[in-house]
């Protein structure tokens, strides 16, 4: 199994998984153009895709969802609140699929099981893929840790887990007093230091690859990520760390049973 954080941020989200010859994209909340440019640039067929999958209805998720799927004629996997809160952004889609929070689905070679999140979205998910052999979780846009979460990312051997801010920015920044409470309320995002305290406990399990993903442009900077990373994951968890960029994609990043 193989993935690329195709870009992430506040300003879009979206995810490359493949498994043998499944290819979905979690999330896309870019244009359906610059998603197709960023697979051509890791050399990906956009007609190869097989599925959008979505972890919930905020724009920075499924902007171009819609116009991706009508394009290219790919089904859309989603919950039915998603779906639902998601239907008038999206327009008309192909194939509409939904799936049941905590019950696992496949899309040919790959089990996907999302979990629930704790975001102010309709009904929103985290997902473990599987190929069989290695596990990749996936889990932005929470605003807490809770046991759920743990419970089904102790598997991975990979994950893309967001770390959106720094507290004492947030508190000190330009947003307005509603959007600061918004940011670090428990259905908000979830803070550098509550991120890689949950990778350290995570990398005493399986995890050997961490990226880092929707970091605030505002309420972060990559120094402190990675300041917080070298005191929480010392180099005896041999795990490997990358901070996903919005501006651009990932390489290619193999899961390792």
């Given at each position: 199994?193989?993935?690329?954080?195709?870009?992430?941020?506040?300003?879009?989200?979206c995810?490359?998984?493949?498994?043998?010859?499944?290819?979905?994209?979690?999330?896309?909340?870019?244009?359906?153009?610059?998603?197709?440019?960023?697979?051509?640039?890791?050399?990906?067929?956009?007609?190869?895709?097989?599925?959008l999958?979505?972890?919930?209805?905020?724009?920075d998720?499924?902007?171009?969802?819609?116009?991706?799927?009508?394009?290219?004629?790919?089904?859309?996997?989603?919950?039915?609140?998603?779906?639902?809160?998601?239907?008038?952004?999206?327009?008309?889609?192909?194939?509409?699929?939904?799936?049941?929070?905590?019950?696992?689905?496949?899309?040919?070679?790959?089990?996907?099981?999302?979990?629930?999140?704790?975001?102010?979205?309709?009904?929103?998910?985290?997902?473990?893929?599987?190929?069989?052999?290695?596990?990749?979780?996936?889990?932005?846009?929470?605003?807490?840790?809770?046991?759920?979460?743990?419970h089904?990312?102790?598997v991975?051997?990979?994950?893309?887990?967001?770390?959106?801010?720094?507290?004492?920015?947030?508190?000190?920044?330009?947003?307005?007093?509603?959007?600061?409470?918004?940011?670090l309320?428990?259905?908000?995002?979830?803070?550098?230091?509550?991120?890689?305290?949950?990778?350290?406990?995570?990398?005493?399990?399986?995890?050997?690859?961490?990226?880092?993903?929707?970091?605030?442009?505002?309420?972060?900077?990559?120094?402190?990520?990675?300041?917080?990373?070298?005191?929480?994951?010392?180099?005896?968890?041999?795990?490997?760390?990358?901070?996903?960029?919005?501006?651009?994609?990932?390489?290619?990043?193999?899961?390792?049973?």
């Amino acid at each position: 199994m193989r993935f690329s954080v195709l870009g992430s941020g506040s300003k879009g989200n979206c995810t490359l998984v493949e498994a043998g010859p499944t290819r979905v994209l979690i999330d896309n909340g870019f244009s359906g153009k610059e998603i197709l440019d960023r697979l051509r640039s890791l050399h990906i067929a956009p007609e190869s895709l097989t599925a959008l999958v979505l972890t919930h209805e905020h724009d920075d998720h499924i902007r171009g969802a819609g116009i991706l799927a009508r394009k290219l004629r790919l089904p859309v996997y989603a919950n039915e609140a998603t779906q639902r809160e998601a239907e008038a952004k999206m327009g008309k889609l192909p194939v509409r699929r939904e799936f049941g929070v905590g019950e696992p689905f496949t899309i040919d070679a790959m089990c996907i099981h999302p979990f629930a999140v704790s975001h102010d979205a309709a009904d929103p998910v985290g997902f473990v893929l599987s190929d069989g052999r290695s596990n990749l979780g996936y889990c932005t846009d929470t605003g807490m840790v809770t046991r759920l979460i743990r419970h089904h990312l102790r598997v991975c051997q990979a994950l893309v887990l967001e770390a959106n801010h720094d507290v004492r920015m947030v508190k000190e920044g330009p947003y307005p007093l509603p959007l600061q409470q918004r940011v670090l309320s428990s259905r908000g995002h979830l803070a550098n230091a509550d991120s890689l305290a949950l990778a350290a406990e995570l990398a005493r399990e399986r995890l050997r690859l961490l990226v880092l993903a929707h970091l605030s442009e505002v309420n972060n900077h990559p120094d402190l990520v990675l300041a917080e990373a070298r005191q929480r994951l010392p180099d005896e968890y041999a795990v490997r760390l990358l901070l996903a960029r919005h501006e651009q994609a990932s390489p290619l990043l193999a899961v390792d049973p």
